[in-house]
């Protein structure tokens, strides 16, 4: 009912840019926060930033003015700009949408559900 693509990922050298995207569709009454998170081998999954729908942005220790998170509603998209890259931000990067589906308000039980991509890899080379 409710799907989310992430693209963008790549393999860049350190200190370079890259730039991810997430699309949620289907059917869709709203989406409410919108979020990145990143596993590494070995490692738990992690939030990296969150943006809710009304633009308030809150950002991992770690990320440290590097990233960006944004979101184009009428898209309903968020992006994801990193810069400064590091081979410890080497990870499957996730998108992790809110939304209230258009199924559960015609059931008159509107609520928002967790929605995941499959992720997409970045890879940043030493």
């Known amino acids: 009912q409710v799907q989310v693509a992430e693209s963008g990922g790549d393999l860049v050298e350190t200190g370079g840019s890259l730039r991810l995207e997430c699309v949620a569709s289907?059917?869709?009454?709203?989406?409410?926060?919108m979020s990145w998170y990143r596993q590494a081998p070995g490692k738990q999954r992690e939030l990296v930033a969150t943006?809710?729908?009304?633009?308030?942005?809150n950002y991992a220790s770690f990320v440290k003015d590097r990233f960006t998170i944004s979101r184009d509603n009428a898209k309903r998209t968020v992006y994801l700009e990193m810069a400064s890259l590091k081979p410890d931000d080497t990870a499957i990067y996730y998108c992790?949408?809110?939304?209230?589906?258009?199924?559960?308000?015609?059931?008159?039980?509107?609520?928002?559900?967790?929605?995941w991509g499959q992720g997409t890899q970045v890879t940043v080379a030493s």
């Open positions: 992790n949408v809110e939304a209230i589906s258009l199924s559960s308000v015609l059931a008159d039980r509107p609520r928002p559900i967790e929605y």
């Open positions: 943006i809710s729908n009304a633009g308030q942005i």
């Open positions: 289907g059917r869709i009454f709203k989406v409410t926060d």
